[in-house]
């Protein structure tokens, strides 16, 4: 880990700070991958706290998928099975709102803080506060698994800029090209 990419700050100091954002715009490029086949593009997503968002990708120029999600409702074009609607909405919030975890117990193990929660569980490196895996339960037994990597700081702002977020036989992965993270 390079110069720069540690914390010298509580968990719960980190955590508090970061509760303070309100929404997150980014710009990134993304690979969609099932079984053996994989689609490449480029996207922008503007998403809130609460899990409102909207995203567009764009595949050699051309728009490619259109994603709205207000209040629970999610409107795609094209139309997404809810495999893809549920990484595309609750993975990609919980991933980028990692720490919007709460009443959570904490571990510490190798390096590592363990917060977990029954809908959520985090591995937290001690080092940078940031996180290197996150697995989402959902009812059925079905789990969101999000791998972090590649820490970059922006404007003061450390975040990991490369996730990988995998669902049964499907999986994204995102990296951040540009980001915004905004206040409340």
């Not at 490619?64 to 595309?88: H, W």
């Not at 940031?130 to 959902?138: A, D, G, N, S, V």
Request: charge should be negative.
């Amino acid at each position: 880990m390079g110069p720069g990419l540690f914390e010298e700050r509580s968990l719960d100091e980190v955590i508090a700070e970061k509760r303070v954002i309100s929404h997150i715009d980014a710009t990134f490029s993304v690979i969609f991958e099932k079984a053996d086949s994989e689609i490449r593009g480029d996207g922008a997503v503007n998403i809130f706290n609460n899990g409102n968002l909207e995203l567009r990708v764009y595949s050699l120029g051309f728009l490619a998928m259109e994603l709205t999600s207000r209040n629970g409702v999610v409107k795609s074009n094209p139309l997404l099975d809810s495999t893809k609607k549920t990484i595309l909405t609750q993975g990609l919030r919980d991933c980028l709102f990692w720490w919007d975890i709460r009443d959570f117990t904490l571990e510490e193990e190798d390096g590592y803080y363990h917060l977990r929660n029954t809908e959520r569980e985090i591995l937290i490196d001690k080092k940078s506060m940031l996180p290197k895996k996150q697995q989402i339960y959902f009812s059925g037994g079905k789990v969101l698994t999000v791998y972090y990597d590649n820490p970059v700081r922006e404007k003061g702002i450390l975040y990991q800029s490369r996730m990988k977020i995998e669902l049964s036989k499907y999986s994204m992965t995102l990296t951040v090209e540009n980001i915004q993270f905004t206040s409340l």
